[in-house]
């Protein structure tokens, strides 16, 4: 006989968040992960993740759940506007719950895991600075992720399988949920089995699905880049059980991908964090003039780049803009500059040196240190200049420039689910044994998500599923699901 455990398909934030919880109250956890290494795209965060209020934020500190609420509500736009009756309730639960754990959410990562969360930048579309990220040599995503992990392993109730994908979700007559079957290859064969239980789906989104998902919800963006490796989307096996799904067509297209030199048309590029523009960083044109207010939406940058950048004539669908940070601005990320030098994605240059390959820069400069030392106010609407410190725009002045193009970053859409991360029919019933956090899930951030509220996301309702799915193993009283 198997024994009874909950089951994590994913082994991102979410689903690791969840385990946490799940773990915490002494239930057996198996973990899915179809991939061979652990992390999914959340090891991959590069600017951090959103709380208000907390003690990392400036002091003196006015930013409120309220702020961060009504920030979330303008992002997520039309979407949350057009809903009415239930729907609506049940987007502003979710938003509500988000922001309302934020604090808590960064408290126990912070207080409970021991993850330095001490340096907070204002990413675009928020009113504060409330994403946080590590003073320290790694990465926020890693550093969550590689915590938590270590967490788990050794705990004598967990077990993570790699190199399992999920295929589909088994449900009784009766309407549970009571497993999954996934495949693996062993011995150049491909392997089906089934492992019976509540699940918890964490398996993230479909930003890399360019010729399933993404090619049926948004064939328009066909041939940009993406910062997602190939990997299916599975909303589609939750259908296949009765979930339900929304906003599938809503996708973010990040503004800064780095074009590297060296492979310009890569289908998939590494990020340049947006927390380069929150602690100062600006965009030029390929011919060095200012554009847009840096810090505003992402769908709002992306859009002004794609209009008033020029096109390049490749293969891979990208516009020449430029990301330029001062030494202030430097500083503030030397752990991000550091990675990003050394893969040649940035460099450091001067003014003057840029003068021919940049002709407008040192102008574009000049009337932004106006704006910076609030001589003129910014044509813009940029109101803050993070740790900028140039002053005077000289050929010596040190800058960091590198290419940046727009990329397929996340998706909004997938699984609906309700303030308790229970995934929901057509009908908005529950289904029971079946909770879904993270990227999979869709409505909560709308057409346009803020920076820093996917791995916000993550920890909230990935605590909620675990919770849940917790106190539902706990009343089938320890039964057996197994089936011989
Ligand atoms: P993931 O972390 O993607 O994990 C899902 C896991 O499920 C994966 O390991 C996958 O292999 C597995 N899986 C998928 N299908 C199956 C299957 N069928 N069977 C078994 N396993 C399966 N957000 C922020 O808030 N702040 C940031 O700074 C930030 N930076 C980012 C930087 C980059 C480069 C990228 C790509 C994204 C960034 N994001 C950021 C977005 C954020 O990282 C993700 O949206 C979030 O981490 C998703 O977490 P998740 O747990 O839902 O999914
Ligand atoms: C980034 O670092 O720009 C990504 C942040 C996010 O997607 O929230």
Not at 90 to 108: P, Y
Not at 374 to 382: H, I, L, S, V
Not at 424 to 453: C, F, K, V, Y
Request: charged share 20%; with cysteine; proline share 5%.
């Amino acid at each position: 006989m198997i024994p009874s455990t909950v089951i994590v398909v994913g082994s991102g934030l979410a689903g690791l968040t969840a385990t946490i919880q799940l773990l915490g109250q002494r239930i057996p956890v198996l973990m899915l992960e179809r991939f061979s290494h652990p992390g999914g795209n959340s090891i991959k965060a590069s600017s951090g993740i959103n709380g208000a209020p907390t003690p990392f934020q400036p002091i003196p500190n006015s930013d409120s759940v309220a702020a961060f609420h009504d920030d979330t509500v303008t992002s997520a736009g039309a979407p949350l506007v057009a809903a009415s009756g239930a729907e609506k309730t049940r987007r502003q639960n979710l938003i509500e719950t988000l922001v309302g754990q934020s604090s808590g959410a960064i408290s126990w990562l912070a207080d409970e895991q021991g993850i330095d969360l001490s340096r907070v930048a204002q990413l675009g579309g928020h009113s504060f600075a409330r994403t946080h990220r590590g003073a320290g040599k790694k990465p926020p995503g890693y550093d969550i992720v590689s915590t938590l992990l270590g967490r788990v392993t050794g705990d004598e109730l967990f077990r993570m399988e790699t190199g399992r994908r999920v295929t589909k979700l088994l449900r009784e007559a009766g309407g549970q949920v009571s497993g999954v079957e996934y495949t693996y290859v062993r011995d150049n064969e491909t392997v089906v089995e089934k492992a019976y239980g509540p699940v918890v789906v964490a398996s993230g989104g479909f930003a890399g699905d360019a010729r399933g998902l993404l090619a049926r919800y948004r064939p328009d963006l066909a041939g940009i880049p993406s910062t997602n490796d190939h990997r299916e989307g599975t909303q589609p096996l939750l259908q296949e059980i009765g979930a339900a799904v929304v906003d599938m067509e809503h996708v973010q297209v990040h503004p800064t991908g780095f074009v590297d030199s060296k492979d310009p048309e890569a289908a998939v590029k590494i990020l340049a964090a947006e927390a380069l523009r929150g602690e100062g960083g600006i965009l030029v044109r390929g011919d060095g003039r200012r554009f847009v207010n840096e810090l505003e939406k992402r769908e709002t940058v992306t859009h002004a780049m794609m209009e008033q950048a020029k096109e390049f004539p490749t293969t891979a669908r990208q516009w020449d803009v430029n990301l330029v940070l001062d030494e202030g601005a430097a500083a503030a990320l030397q752990m991000h500059l550091g990675f990003y030098t050394m893969k040649g994605l940035i460099r450091q240059t001067t003014v003057g040196e840029l003068a021919e390959e940049i002709p407008l820069l040192h102008g574009a400069l000049r009337e932004y240190v106006d704006v910076v030392s609030e001589k003129t106010k910014d044509p813009f609407g940029r109101q803050s200049c993070g740790h900028w410190t140039l002053t005077e725009v000289l050929p010596e002045s040190r800058v960091y420039v590198g290419k940046v193009t727009p990329v397929v970053h996340f998706t909004m859409g997938g699984v609906v689910i309700n303030e308790r991360s229970q995934v929901l029919d057509g009908q908005g019933q529950p289904i029971p044994g079946l909770w879904a956090a993270g990227e999979i899930t869709g409505g909560l951030h709308g057409q346009n998500r803020l920076g820093g509220s996917s791995l916000l996301e993550c920890v909230v309702f990935g605590r909620i599923a675990g919770d849940e799915a917790a106190a539902f193993y706990q009343g089938l009283d320890g039964q057996c699901l197994a089936s011989s």
